[in-house]
């Protein structure tokens, strides 16, 4: 039955294929086609969604082979020209025009018709992320895969350009559909109840979306924020903290926007900078709410620090007696406490955060842990920037690694990712720009005196 | 002074232009390029806002030539192309992937970045009208240009596509900036005071305006339709009944709407097909209020009519006794009843609209009149399709010609324009995307047996 | 320290009471005098909030009995009417109005002032709850907090009258602030979470409140109804079914609107008629948006039942052999399934819900308890009127009590109330008026034959 | 005809009437009654609103009358009260309760049922706005009547206090509904266009309204403001400069709140305080918006003024030589000037206003104006306060007569009104509620030095 079914469903690709898109015109007669009706694209956007996930990989290789670019075409009018080099300009235009208009994949026009129904574009979106995620699994990992990948990542780029996005302040006055997907969407520290999420959005704190005309109701990203009198060192004393719930904000008492959360909710917008451009606006906005306001950083968690270290752990205990995770001071500090081998022990207490238990522990623990965690956001690298995505995020965005924070978040889910470190992305908003451009060009950090001395202190003990 | 102003603005345009367009990056890092800071684009638009008229085609001319496509670049690289044909699919579709870089032009970059500032895509469709302008009064006729105006189009098509647009009703308690403007707008009717627009958002009427998230509070298309127990065959009741202002809509006596206007408002969009779209969304609209509704149609002008006419009794005049335009008898009556010359007198009754306060003659140059509009809108071409703007765009949307109505607009607006008639087109809604693409392809009009017989008199009387 | 305290506060009672009320206009100059200052209303709405709960008695007795009516002056008025009657009619009326004028206690005008500060009618419907509290618990009966109740219950219907509320519909996309309130306000059937409340007002359901200007965001009374193909006999395919949660309303599917839940959220609002009204609000507006729609009833619990029931069955214990609740059939039957004595384990079976679990039980006891309750319902008096309040509410808005439904609610709390049993009022449109009126005056039940013959049998049996 | 028509609705009224006050419940069945159904005030309204404008008085007199208060039970149950003195206190409050339900008239509970239907509110301020009409034209001046408009006007204050009151900023985004209402209602500088309008509510001015729950849409009280960098002495600078209609505020230069004009719209609420309260919430808007916001006035006409010192010229001619109007010197220069005998010309010339082309007689005229329109305003009283109904409005809120400003309005208008001469009336906030106090006990009047030095400068010239 599956078999007869896939087949049929094949059979059904082809045709749905064929037919939209055997009829898109040719450059002479590109502006006198009228549009395919609006029930063709319904048609493609239903046929699509009623495909189980495991045969949308086979749909989008045919997809993407069979209705791209005529290699031949171009190579062709790329002759052409050629030739043209030595005419007129107006004769080189014209030949680079056709060779462009050629050079367009053809399912390009297809996806544009469908960006033009009703949900096409969300349709086009939630396309995106099973093309990364088909990429990303090596389930479907073809040239032609990854122009359609390219394509789509440029059509939306440019459809959910700034201009085209709303900044909404989110309150509890918003639209309960509003407020309950942004409790669902929230990643970085979950939202347990009515009032976790009223707390935050109310006083002292600001929740702001990105929101699209062609989504309606569908919020982008998320950005929480909590108006400090200072630049927060921990995130309980903000999402936990119920006192002010039903406080009057005196503005005296903002000195610091600390951004606390930041949630991509599309997983087909990976790669469409929109946290980016949402953190500026956002800026903008505050600086207008309070015009003294003028410290700005995130306070941000630290994923996979705890696997790292405990990878790093792994290794030195197989390779032996070196000594470059802890000092021989502190190596003996804790077979002492722990009445046991320093790393094995370190593995165990770490991997199930039973460390905290123990005041001792912790505190013979804390500058090693800190100078590894600096080092770790600081001096791990994949292709040459920061390791760590957070990390890179607010680099690219031109922020300063500004300060590590121990015990910042001590809930079991911020232990396991960081031992319960957190780390602080500054906005220094005069620098961001030269910052963003240096980062991405030289891959150099820029980074606060404490992390730099952090830094230091691993290579020397390590022996760096 | 002027002579100095100006040439210190050529230089500020050269040194914006390079600054703005030089540090575009090259295609290896233009995934790792930071966008440039948006205060780069703000200045562009500030400048080009500050230039004259009579200064902006020169910059659309050096911007256009001198930061266009590379086509040394584009030479090679489609030279690459080429070479690669024997390659495998992978080595082909990256070379195609470059090519197609290099023949983005590279002030489309620039055009994208500033579409992303707060008021960038207003300022690009205001950037598109200049072009449109200067290539209309051929001030500015290049093939950069008309290059320029193709990327700023295609651009434009992809933000203004309808699933990015939102349909929104105008009623009395819209926000009144939105109001004022559609009264601004209206181009069909002029809306003379607070009533007149009143009337057109009150009850048998109804208004609908495409608006775009990046234009907030501004219609981009405005339809009027008006509510009738059958398709109307004069304006004045539509827009001149008052008496109905304060009653409330009996559904029963709503069998037919009739689209009496429709307004662009921002001639960048030109191109750009929205009303189209916006006429399709609005009998959807219609259809979910009214579900037994089932006659659409337009209650259009026909700008231009007497113009023609006037030029055919020149015509005529000079080339002496032939008779096309009036049958003998015809002739004859004219010249009786006016007691002069009957082309002359027709010329010049026409072209002062004296002729409709005879009644004998509004009697007499009826069949004529009607016949002869008939063939203006039916057998008028350009480029083989209608030559009147308005026929061509409701037979390009795939309405039927329908019913030529006499004494229709009877304003001395209607009597310049068309000697008092208008014209109904008809939206069988079945038929219309079939319509749309016989007349896109053959041009071929569809019209109802009305205006046949009546084109056929015409081409009796004329013997054509 | 109490002891101080409380005399100190009771110190700033009198004086804020004498700052406050002292300044009253006399007759003669009541046009003349400007209100006070709003800061004087605020300040009093502060000092009575920050009173303990138990200090709230004495200055409520204190401010009704110091600050009502001056009875002499009364008397001396009233004198002076009783010797106009032989004057004119003007002497007469203004001898009247000068009465009246004496006749309003001097808070009265105080509670005007505080009405039109900010938030000043929410803190009267406040007090108002308070002074309810008080009478309802003894803590505080004397005539003069009688009055003031009597005078804040007629300010409060007058600002409350329909005229001045709003009828809301709420949905997904109302406020989040609004929805959680009506979350937290359900009491008859609780929400649970998220997926709960957005069932109740998700497809084939609707939710209304009333909202009133002077207390922005906060509903009034609160209605839920489903929307069913007939009148619903079960409480849980209502609250429990979430198969629809994403369905379409099929119009054609919509016969009956079922009122399952109507809350009042305002203590202090008790005694003002809110929820009749917007009964007949909700039906105007749900026969506008389904105009075929012609079943009208409510889905109502019967608390109290199961008590009452409760309390007969101890009466007959400690009564003897008589026979009333039980055909002597049943009462064999109930014996022999139980292996108890009927009456001693109906009681201890009824008090915990346990008979639920056996089948056979269920079925021998479900015609008794079917008439036991239709006679609790119907027989059962409190000023001659049904003792049962939500009955007495139904049928003072002109309902027909017309279905008893065996297991409708077969929740823990279902059963406690009233062994799962519920009932629907109907709402006839034509009759409900002059059922209101009959019942109210002559004190009459209007009820079904269904209900009728289970009182029957209920007086067979019972030999009533 | 019109006879038997009149007779016909008379019948009509007793019928309806009779129909509906009849019902009304007795003081023991007051809680037991049902209200009567909405169908019966609908109907109520609509016959009312059916009567003819001539009508309407002989309808409220039977109203008034026969459906008031009934003198004999009042009397009955003052000798109750009278009674009951020496008895216990709940016998003295019950025997108050039932008398002061008894001096409660019956049309009083009908009203308030009217005012429970959608427009009744709207109605009952219509009605009282016939109620004020017929009493001011005398055309119905009875007892009775007025103790009608007494207990509308009680009710109608009741309604529309504060705290139901919503204040509303009105921009040109606001509904054009509003907007055009706005223009309709302004009485004090017409709006004349679009332009107009939209001046009144762009940069640099503020335009508030209160609306209320019962009368959506419908604006009850309308101030204009204008911010400004001082206080203005001229109107044409406020509502004919248009140079700033695109300009962006500059919070710099808002340093005085300029209230241009202040409309009430429903003269059915004549006599409620709602202006006042608008210009004090504004204040409080304005402080919020603008923090060192410190100068607050009015720029208002002077109605009347004209008329006045016409009347006085006529009186001074025909009492002959004394010299009260105009000094020795002032006499002699007009009589120079003009060549004609001074109060004659005067009174030809003010009642023209063709003084103003005269150079040299603005001139001339200008002290012994400003003089004698101080003391119109500071010294003309009616009942002891200002005559000029403005000043009273503004004195009565407790502002301060602090300038009188030659040719601030030299519209036709402004010159008949008032000769050109606008005053400012000043709001010392720290001083308003002690200011507005003392006006309404003492009458006296605060004014600035300028305005007691002209009066001082009047009295000396007029020899008083």
Redesign the interface.
Known sequence: RLFFYSTSSVKNMDEILTRTLDSLPSYETRE????P??SSSLEFIQFYRSLDKSQRPAFLAKLSSDFG?D?KC??EL??N??DS?KRD??T???A??R??YC??PRYKVLL?HI????G??KFLVDLKADVIEFLASKTNDS??I??LN?TLKS?LS??F??????LERVT?????????KI?QYEAVHPVRN?TD??RRVGPYRRCYVFT???MP?EPLVVLHVALKEEISDNIQTIVREFSSLDSVEDINRVNAAVFYSISSTQPGLQGV?LGN?LIKRVVRELQGEFPHLNQFSSLSPIPGFTNWLLGLLNEQRKEGPSNRILSDMEFMDIEEITGGRAYETMQKLLSTNEWVSSERLVKALEPALMRLCAWYLYGEKHRGYALNPVANFHL?N?ATMWRLNWQADTSPRGLSASCGMMVNYRYFLQDT?AN??RY??TKEIEASDQIRNLVLQFQKASKL
């Open positions: 006198k086609s009228p549009p009706p609006e670019v290699h171009v190579a790329a002759a020209v050629m080099q300009i107006s080189v235009l014209q680079e025009d060779l462009r050079l367009t544009n960006s033009r129904v009703e096409g574009v040239p032609h990854r122009d390219g059509m440019e459809w350009s700034v201009g085209l996005l709303s509890w006055k918003s639209p309960c559909e509003l407020l309950q409790s009515w999420i009223k699209h005309g062609a109701g900078e451009y690219q031109g720009s963003s451009g991405l060009r």
